[in-house]
């Protein structure tokens, strides 16, 4: 009787081989914070159609698996996001600012401004993960304010 060990370590392979693995193990892995993630799949979705696009992973699972694993890979980050008290959101916040090259006064006054971090929500959020993700995020921008002196939209009013 042949032993099924091969097959099955082929069979975990191809399991492995889906566009949520290849997503997480060669891009959302390398994004450090939680918030960093939300805003990269973000970036991924289109404004005019809701829909996820990643060239990449569609010349390699097709444009509507890209599609799912983007998706659901939103919702997860989405979630971990809200599962975190206020303290660990500022510590994942803090962060996501410190990977990124910009001024983080510039980037406070923008998001008084502009608001998009409420772009961040998948579509799927319900009413309630809403609401809790725009009160944790509003809080911790308003400390972050202050943190950096910055001042309010009205500055020049």
């Given amino acids: ?3 099924k060990g091969p097959v099955r370590h082929q069979e975990t392979n191809r399991l492995e081989r889906t566009a ?25 979705r289109s404004p005019i159609t809701g829909r996820y696009e990643h060239h990449g992973l569609a010349l390699v699972f097709g444009a ?13 980050a989405f ?22 090259r910009e001024d983080r006064h510039a980037i406070v006054e923008n998001w008084l401004s502009v608001k998009n971090y409420r772009t961040f929500i998948p579509a799927s959020a319900k009413t ?3 609401r809790l993700y ?8 308003a400390l972050l304010r202050n943190e950096y002196g910055v001042a309010g939209p009205d500055r020049d009013a």
């Fill in 1 to 3: 009787m042949r032993r």
């Fill in 20 to 44: 949520s693995a290849d997503l997480w193990r060669n891009t959302l892995s390398q994004i450090p914070s939680t918030f960093g993630k939300l805003y990269y799949l973000t970036s991924l």
């Fill in 64 to 76: 509507d698996e890209a599609g799912r694993a983007l998706r659901k890979s939103h919702i997860q």
């Fill in 79 to 100: 979630h971990e996001w809200l599962s975190f008290d206020l303290e660990q959101q500022k510590a994942d916040l803090d962060l996501y600012l410190a990977s990124v």
């Fill in 128 to 130: 309630v993960e809403r």
């Fill in 134 to 141: 725009n009160a944790d995020i509003e809080a911790l921008i």
